[in-house]
């Protein structure tokens, strides 16, 4: 049939019509394709660029030299060491398996750090380079870069390492570095890029954990062109990093030496304070342990050694250890009863050997007493009795807030590890720590140092320095940081009466000059140098009635663990005090026989800034002195050959 003519025409719009709608979505499409094509070739022709480059050119972490530590004189503390590793990167390798056992006939793999870098491949994502040589030499590194077309994914690299030439002398001071652990980044939320870089260290303890912000630096970057293999082929282009801070701290070497020397195989502590500025000049703990075992992980033996060591060498015992003062605290009681008004420095009292309180006899130490005592024989000959006396009268608030004037009980912020805060105790404080009331006992025993007291070397250091100088000193330990003068902590006088301390002053200088003081055979001769000290023994074992009746077991009757602790705290000279000193020597018996003699040692050290002269010590110490220097002058020759030998 056919169509009309009007029939025809409709049809002809209508083709017309969708022939114009799908050339026009056809142009439309054109031009957004066009368009597009336009913005990615024009507009992000950049960016595609760079992820064209990607596929050829990595990016890698260039770790910062480590910030290097030194003493206030500029000896070298900690430094740094070139270094050179193997690694690889697994999805670079293709076999891993194969490419280790091609290296293995290039160079000898220790089999413990092949397991380790096992275990880190399993674990870790493919890109994530892993060591598996450290510390290798130049030859070994040659063959490896020689045939490196055979060992795709390895690449031969230098890096820095941590060294300590000082050893064990600065072991608890600087502290050490050592391989990021999964524990290390478990405690930080977004750890840094260069935490991930394969046995990247850190400060672990010490001075390089507590500053480890400042010593570590900001990482830098290295681009380098690879081939299809993954194998770098150039390196285009380098950005070195940020290095450390440089630090350097208040100690003097050769007196910390000196020190750790003369502590020898005691387990003790004993800690130098500058009076002027309150740097600490000497932080001392015996006995000690060389720093650079746990560089690079320290074996299981060594480590084994150290901590099942009675002596407990990893403790650092200058600013962890805790001890009962003993009688270097009764200048903190009677100080408090002074400016309680409820003493006087010409009162006495009078002393048989004990005193009864609460049905219950607080003993002296000596049996027979001291008679009639005042302020300055009670400190002189340490009488126990006068200060259980003047406890009753001033009572443990006083005397508690006396020590924290004092700088016991006290957290110092310095950069060591596990600063103890010690313990001046209250009436509250035992309530809230046992749930017992305070009771006169525990009054009298805190006043001659005993019971719930607690004191480390550095606070004895600290309140020894603030009796000195009428000063609140507070301790320093980084000198500077990048050549930048650290400031002083304040030392605003001291919030006690300055006659009051002068009192205490003599008294202390009577314990080491007067011949029925109990230092008396520690003193120095020299008179513009004189010292002013206070000796202490503090029980670590409770003494029962009957042991008495029968006689009190000697120290070195007893088994090492339970003898007395000896302390001994001193300033000097007396006339212008520069140093203050505190030694104790844990076990080690009587504060006269065990502490005082090293902390006059020290001093005299610390005054003549080297060897003394033999004439600065008493006649009858003068032989044994003799051959002590010259052990010690042996002992450092010898130190100093190995590190030469081991350098």
């Known amino acids: 049939m056919k169509r009309n003519n009007r029939d025809s025409a409709d049809s002809a719009r209508r083709i017309t019509r969708r022939a114009l709608l799908l050339g026009g979505a056809q142009l439309a499409f054109g031009g957004v394709l066009a368009m597009r094509m336009r913005y990615m070739q024009v507009d992000q022709a950049d960016e595609f660029r760079l992820l064209a480059e990607e596929n050829r050119v990595k990016v890698r972490l260039l770790p910062p030299a480590r910030g290097e530590m030194f003493d206030r004189n500029g000896a070298v503390i900690a430094k740094n060491e070139p270094s050179y590793r193997i690694v690889l990167v697994p999805e670079d390798a293709g076999d891993v398996e194969q490419v280790i056992a091609r290296l293995a006939n290039l160079i000898e793999l220790d089999p413990d750090e092949l397991a380790k870098a096992r275990k880190e491949i399993s674990q870790n994502a493919p890109f994530r380079p892993v060591t598996l040589a450290d510390r290798v030499s130049w ?131 004993a800690v130098v304070m500058d009076c002027e500025s309150g740097d600490i000049l000497c932080a001392a703990s015996a006995p000690s342990f060389d720093p650079n075992l746990f560089v690079r992980g320290i ?54 050997g004990h005193m009864e309180i609460s049905n219950r006899r607080f003993h002296c130490w000596k049996r027979a007493g001291h008679g009639q005592v005042d302020l300055l024989t009670s400190l002189r000959e340490s009488c126990d009795v006068y200060y259980y006396d003047l406890a009753l009268r001033v009572g443990i608030e006083k005397i508690s807030e006396m020590a924290r004037k004092l700088g016991l009980g006290e957290r110092y912020d310095i950069p060591m590890s596990a600063i103890a805060r010690g313990r001046a105790p209250t009436k509250d404080w035992k309530l809230e720590t046992y749930g017992q009331d305070w009771v006169v006992g525990d009054t009298v025993n805190a006043s001659i140092g005993q019971g719930y007291v607690l004191a ?66 520690s003193r120095i001769i020299e008179d513009e140098l004189r010292l002013a000290g206070k000796t202490g023994t503090s029980q670590v074992r409770n003494i ?104």
């Open 456 to 521: 480390s070397p550095i606070q004895l250091a600290v309140m020894t320095a603030r009796m000195a100088t009428g000063r609140a000193l507070a301790p320093r330990l980084v000198k500077s940081i990048d050549g930048v003068e650290q400031p002083m902590p304040s030392d605003a006088e001291l919030d006690v009466n300055p006659e009051h301390l002068r009192l205490v002053r003599r008294a202390m200088y009577s314990v080491s000059n007067h011949r029925k003081g109990t230092a008396y055979g």
């Open 139 to 269: 030859e070994a590194i040659s063959r490896v870069a020689v045939n490196a077309p055979a060992l795709p994914g390895i690449t031969p690299e230098v890096g820095l390492s941590r060294q300590y030439p000082l050893g064990p002398d600065m072991a608890h001071v600087a502290g050490y570095v050592g391989p990021v652990s999964d524990y290390d980044l478990s405690k930080i939320d977004a750890p840094d890029q260069l935490l991930l870089i394969p046995r990247f260290q850190i400060g672990k303890v010490g001075v390089e954990a507590k500053l480890e912000d400042s010593l570590r630096g900001k990482a830098g970057n290295k681009q380098v062109e690879v081939n299809s293999a993954g194998r770098e082929m150039r390196e285009l282009n380098r950005r070195e990093g940020q290095p450390g801070a440089n630090l350097q701290l208040t100690i003097d070497h050769r007196l910390q030496n000196y020190v750790q020397a003369r502590l020898g195989r005691e387990s003790a502590a």
């Open 299 to 352: 074996s299981v033996k060594d480590y084994r050694d150290l901590t099942e060591n009675k002596y407990r060498p990893l403790a650092n015992k200058a600013v962890q250890g805790l001890y009962p003062p003993g009688s270097t605290f009764k200048m903190v009681t009677v100080l408090a009863a002074l400016e309680a008004g409820e003493v006087t420095p010409d009162e006495t009292v009078y002393c048989p």
């Open 544 to 647: 029962t009635a009957e042991e008495r009746r029968r006689g009190v077991t000697r120290n070195e009757d007893l088994p090492w663990e339970r003898r007395d602790h000896a302390l001994f705290v001193n300033f000097a000279p007396y006339k212008d005090p520069k140093f203050a000193v505190a030694v104790v020597v844990e076990h080690g018996g009587g504060g006269s026989t065990a502490a005082a003699p090293i902390a006059r040692d020290i001093t005299l050290q610390a005054l003549y800034d080297g060897e003394p002269p033999l004439e600065a010590y008493p006649k009858a110490a003068r032989s044994k002195v003799k051959a002590q220097q010259e052990r010690l002058r042996r002992e450092r020759r010898e130190f100093l050959k190995r590190e030469s030998d081991r350098a």
